[in-house]
């Protein structure tokens, strides 16, 4: 059976991932479970632009997606001509990790691809006193700031810009080509691709379900999906490899 794979990143990961599984022959549904907005508000915009020229008081700076990574690039460039010297930049998963690379940012990234991994990979280092800045998107998961701040860190945030749920007719719904596999490279998105399917696409709950970790797994089997399928990973590559895997395991039975 061929692959038809719901795809839910947000834009413009989510054009770029169909393009990809396109030019393979697979065919991709683009339906973004979440939507990454700039901060508009003046007083936060005001705050970010100090963060930025204050960063190099900062022993790591670490991004916890591509858009962050982004984001972060572009007021870089604004505030810093050149980077300061004697930060850590650490990015979350090679993903992230690569696109800071691009942007002319000297990024560290550790083994693995979530903020669990990347807290293992740090354990061997003193933390008590060291100041960490977390770029990321307004009101994002709390997990590895409180667990640096646990091991004696000054952690700080650096919101770079909003999440916000996309808002879909059931006519959409309707109007869906036929799929028989799912992406979902998030908890966040997992959380709102949830809500469509128990109000409007029940029979979701039975097909093939990608997560990029055991974290989000639990998430979609205590929330009723019946498939649910690690890629360790939430790029491209991993979350493939994954879905062919899975295929060629269920063609066997």
Known sequence: MPHKILITRPEPENAQ????????????VPLPMMSITPITDKTEIAKIRSQVFNIDEYDYVIFVSK???????????????????KVYWIGIGQGTTQTLIAEGIPALSNPGHTSEDL?????????TGLKILIARGSEGRPTLGEKL???????????LYERKKPTYSAQTFVMLPDINKIWATSGESLQTLTEYTLALKKAWLDYPLFVP??????Q????????????????????LKATELHTGRSNDR
Do not use: H
Not at 19 to 26: M, P, T, V
């Open 119 to 127: 807290l293992d990979w740090l354990k061997p280092v003193k933390m």
């Open 220 to 239: 979609a089997t205590e929330a009723g999906w019946k498939n649910v399928i690690c890629a360790d990973g939430a790029d491209d590559f991993s979350l």
């Open 149 to 159: 701040s646990q091991r004696g860190a000054k952690v700080s945030y650096l919101s």
């Open 17 to 28: 991932t169909c393009q990809r599984l396109a030019e393979q022959g697979i065919i991709a």
């Open 213 to 218: 970790s055991q974290r989000v797994v639990q």
């Open 67 to 85: 858009n962050a990574a982004r984001a972060a690039a572009e007021w870089l460039d604004e505030c810093w001509p050149m980077l300061p010297e």
